[in-house]
């Protein structure tokens, strides 16, 4: 497996010149194709909503957004000879338009000195998160997550046994309260989703009532405790959303009814506790 390329990350409040924050994303993702930068590409963006079309390229991907929307309305591409990873989050409202296109397929086959396939350097990433606005998967999305798309499939040594080993998160936040049992994604549409082993929706809540303890802090603020009485009641939390959850008819057949049908098998609904 050849190295990978070169690889940048930015941390920006703007990323300068003419035009906005979408136009100047594009004109840098273009330099970096000029010079090859195809190793890894990293962008935490601190205001602004961003627009993303065909110009983001490199094996490792992370484009965070802290306080704007991401829209896809291109092809994002990961893929090459060795698998890739997809990290898309915005502060706010995270959309897949209509026809994008997240690539992070492979096309060779990662084996050990046996010929035996490894799991993990054959497993595709796409990690999706919305913290507090809408997640949208459009009609005719496609995530690719193969791997081994040019070895001949069997069960020799060395062939690619046609099992599929990428993983699909998607994370948005619960609506209804923190037990409510629904969740602000939309995966209505026709969804082609390949070489998924697992598909994961994770229902986000903020918590910030850990009780306060009096004692002295340098920031002068109030500690809170994170005691075994306050986890349970998170637990207890979580409990009620995923009973709930199940019980949404909206949720299960017409939010997520692009995963939640007869092609996709392995789809589970998880709950998680956001502690900021």
Known sequence: M???????????????????????????????????????????????????????????????????????????????????????????????????????????????????????????????????????LGNGVRIDLRHGTEVAQGNASGMNDGRPRGTLQLSAPRLGGVSGGDVAIDASGALDVQGARSIAVVATWQYNDAPLVNVPAASGKPYQVINQAWLEGVHDDNTAFITNALDNTDLLQHKLAGLNNSRYRDVSICAQAWRW
Do not use: C, M
């Not at 409202?93 to 054959?122: E, M, Q």
């Open 2 to 136: 050849p190295y990978l390329a070169g690889g940048v990350e930015i941390q920006a409040q703007r990323l300068g010149g003419n035009g906005n924050l979408s136009e100047q994303f594009a004109a840098l993702n273009q330099r970096l194709n000029d010079g090859q930068v195809f190793g890894s590409r990293g962008f935490q963006l601190k205001q602004g909503d961003l627009v993303i079309g065909n110009e983001l390229r490199a094996s490792s991907i992370d484009v965070s957004l802290d306080n704007g929307s991401l829209l896809v309305n291109g092809k994002v591409d990961a893929s090459g000879e060795r698998v890739g990873s997809i990290h898309l989050a915005a502060g706010h409202a995270l959309t897949l338009g209509d026809g994008a296109v997240l690539d992070a397929h492979g096309r060779r086959l990662r084996v050990d000195s046996y010929g035996k396939i490894i799991d993990s350097p054959n497993r595709a990433i796409v990690d999706l998160t919305a913290r507090e606005g809408l997640l949208t």
